[in-house]
């Protein structure tokens, strides 16, 4: 592959010698002690942090937690990037550097020599001496499944290690788990830098499990039968009964929920998804109901600003192009040396803040919950706007779960070491030269502290009826709660919930969609109870609307895609206006075929003489950056062409990613996405193509995925819900929803102008 980079040139002399060992560079970062390291925290006043235990005693430490007698636990995860040490330790023995721009695995041959040390340990750990150091670990269980986190449970400890989930418990004293017990397995394994993850207690008394990847179906001695799993993250009893989904899912590792049980998980990018307050049970009762959007950032704010210097590999990635350009199809954040979310993982809320880590650059944020209606937001807190709660400069430190400490402490995972990231994501010639495992014998468990007293506020009436509600949602409800429903004074989030609870009460959801119809999941609320009642509460409403008119709009949208011509008339004699009218006139329309007609033509990538011919405009469109392109121009060509689908400078929709960072990106990687659209497409924005069964077929990208349904964006911003049932729905691998052969359409100074602008300060 053509070398971009004078450095590489510069590489391949160092390493064309006939020596068959790669040198370490000079610039690695090195270890300190646990004490040196504890003198480059940068915490607030009012908070102090310790260390509790480290390496040798621990090593690779994954989770923790203290069970009801106060003892102190953690769990090991031994393996992380071994199977890419030994393959390029078999690559280095060649003296040559592979500088092919890829990500590969590692060789099946490494892969099974590294199979011996992949492995998990669970470890009780004493303080003997008092000093608030452990200074003890006894190996509790050895040579698991990779273990993800821990949790105190019936005498023993939960443990997420897939493809099991393991009970442990020492019934004759003697600090070994002589119980050793599957409650489940079948879930999915993979690359370990993901897995079922972080047990979490929630306050319904389940235990909370991030989804790890993709599995089949799940048995346990104590299930009745097996359970498929969606790929959402999901709940199970301690005692092994029952495991079923929820809403939601951690893209990452880790979860967080409220005092009243809201929950919180996050993805390499946005340090908090807040879940859609809607239980996933609830969602399945209705198959007519499209869905909502199960999760979503609960903050804008994607930026962090670390203390640390980034390791050198991560620099080096970001300045060549052909790298940048490559990693830059999954996101910025990947691309980008520093300075965004790539890795978020293990949130906490602790003394009523929002915390997450960021263990590639060294730190742990932390924001403020803001109730907004029937939803909660993050924001940063005051004084935190351009830096970070806990931060270090020692770049060894790689926080990565979070736990409460018995004393009202938080306890901080360090998966201490030199790279955190997976092996695969590093250039293979930079892997050849740092090696990817440095520091695998090393661990610390570190504890925050705050100097200040702190209890829990009281939940509200309201919030804490709704965690009730949840936790006894196999009951009936009582007279005076179902009462409840009728009044116009209700907090938001009880008067959700009691959509919910209500079930199929026609004079309460009545009630709730007039009084309260215009909150947030309202409309989704109430047609999860529903079923086989929306007609009746359409025609009720229209003669008495109040504030249901998203409710009626959303029961108009479920009666008219069943697609039965009788029961949309039937609504159309009474509902004759609004937008709940125009669904229903639309909905009848659809019932009646569409005249044949030839297929739009699905995207498909160029041919190899259009890709050769566009590769020789890429000079031309170079030279014009030189010049000085016209700013005002790329601003009117970027609205007309481009922001149909993309968002720039406060221009244009969000189909396909955002551009408002383009400034951070080498202009030739630009160019590449605007002449090779299908080259770079992202994970997230695949094309998809739905037919539907009245023979219309739509080309868009997914916006959000439920049990009962897809939503689909279109070109221009706009969105169709389509439900599962009455379409064809296929995804459209590696091909992009932005048009090729803008090479063809603009002159290089245009495409020069369009490139100028987006990289212009916003």
């Not at 119980?179 to 489940?184: D, Q, R, S």
Request: hydrophobic fraction near 40%.
């Amino acid at each position: 592959m053509k070398l971009r980079h004078a450095f590489l040139a510069l590489c391949l002399m160092m390493f064309a010698s006939a020596r068959a060992d790669i040198p370490r560079p000079q610039d690695a970062p090195q270890p300190l002690s646990p004490a040196e390291s504890a003198k480059l925290f940068q915490v607030p006043a009012g908070y102090q942090i310790r260390l509790l235990a480290s390496e040798p005693l621990i090593r690779e430490p994954s989770g923790i937690c203290w069970d009801d007698k106060g003892r102190c636990f953690v769990c090991e995860l031994h393996g992380y990037n071994v199977e890419g040490q030994y393959d390029i330790d078999e690559l280095n023995k060649s003296g040559q550097l592979d500088l092919e721009v890829r990500r590969i695995q590692a060789s099946e041959a490494a892969k099974k020599k590294a199979e011996a040390e992949t492995y998990g340990t669970v470890k009780l750990l004493r303080d003997t001496d008092g000093d608030g150091v452990m200074d003890q670990a006894t190996v509790w269980a050895d040579r698991l499944p990779p273990c993800y986190g821990i949790a105190a449970a019936n005498g023993g400890l939960i443990v997420a290690c897939a493809p099991h989930i393991v009970f442990l418990k020492d019934s004759d004293g003697d600090d070994r788990a002589d119980v050793n017990e599957k409650l489940f397995t079948g879930f999915g394994t993979g690359n370990l830098e993901r897995g079922i993850n972080a047990p979490t207690l929630g306050p319904d008394g389940w235990y909370y499990f991030g989804r790890g990847w993709a599995g089949g179906q799940i048995t346990g001695p104590h299930l009745a039968r097996p359970v498929t799993l969606p790929a959402t993250d999901f709940r199970i009893r301690a005692d092994g009964s029952a495991i079923e989904p929820v809403s939601g899912s951690t893209k990452t590792m880790g979860m967080a929920f409220t005092p009243g049980g809201e929950r919180f998980v996050c993805t390499t990018t946005h340090p908090g998804l807040y879940v859609t307050p809607i239980p996933w049970r609830y969602l399945m009762r209705n198959p007519d109901a499209a869905a909502p959007l199960l999760d979503a950032p609960a903050s804008d704010d994607t930026r962090v600003y670390p203390i640390s210097r980034p390791h050198p590999w991560r620099t080096k990635r970001e300045q060549h192009a052909e790298y940048f350009a490559f990693y830059r199809k999954i996101s910025l954040s990947d691309a980008a040396a520093s300075g965004y979310f790539t890795s978020a993982c293990g949130p906490l809320i602790w003394r009523g803040q929002y915390f997450v880590c960021e263990p590639a650059q060294n730190l742990v944020h932390r924001a403020d919950i803001v109730r907004d209606g029937t939803r909660l937001r993050l924001q940063r807190v005051k004084g935190e706007e351009q830096r970070e709660f806990l931060s270090s400069r020692d770049s060894w430190f790689h926080p990565m779960s979070l736990a409460h400490t018995p004393q009202g402490g938080m306890a901080i995972c360090d998966f201490y070491r030199e790279i955190i990231e997976d092996y695969s994501a590093i250039p293979r010639h930079l892997q050849q030269q740092y090696g990817v495992i440095n520091g695998h014998d090393h661990g610390r468990i570190w504890i925050l502290e705050a100097t200040q007293p702190y209890a829990n506020p009281k939940l509200s009436p309201g919030e804490a009826l709704v965690l009730k509600l949840r936790q006894e949602d196999d009951k009936p409800l009582d007279a005076a709660t179902r009462a409840l429903s009728l009044q116009k004074d209700l907090e938001p989030g009880l008067a959700l919930q009691l959509a919910l609870s209500v079930g199929a009460d026609k004079e309460a959801l009545l009630a709730l969609a007039r009084n309260h119809g215009q909150l947030k999941w309202m409309d989704a609320a109430i047609a999860s109870s529903a079923h086989h009642l929306e007609k009746e509460l359409l025609l009720a409403l229209a003669a008495d609307t109040g504030q249901s008119q998203p409710v009626m709009h959303n029961l108009a949208g479920i009666i008219a895609s069943r697609g039965d011509a009788q029961e949309i008339s039937a609504c159309l004699a009474v509902v004759t206006s609004g937008k709940a009218g125009e669904i229903l006139r639309l909905g009848l329309e659809e019932t009646k075929p569409l005249p044949q007609q030839a297929e739009p033509p699905v995207p498909a990538a160029p041919s190899a003489e259009q890709n050769a011919a566009w590769e020789k405009r890429v000079p031309a469109v170079l030279a014009a950056l030189k010049e000085k392109p016209d700013l005002a121009e790329g601003r009117l060509l970027f609205q007309a062409i481009c922001g149909a689908c993309h968002r720039s400078h406060g221009l244009g929709v969000s189909v396909g990613p955002d551009l408002d960072a383009e400034f951070q990106r080498a202009p030739e990687v630009i160019l590449r996405d605007v002449l090779f659209p299908s080259e770079a497409a992202r994970p997230g924005y695949d094309t998809l193509r739905v037919k539907t069964q009245r023979g219309e077929t739509l080309l868009g990208i997914a916006a959000s995925d439920s049990p009962t349904s897809v939503t689909l964006k279109l070109p221009g911003g706009t969105e169709r819900t389509i439900l599962r049932k009455r379409a064809d729905i296929r995804t459209l691998r590696n091909i992009s929803l932005m048009p090729a052969g803008l090479g063809d359409a603009l002159k290089p100074e245009q495409i020069a102008s369009i490139i100028a602008f987006l990289r212009s300060a916003p």
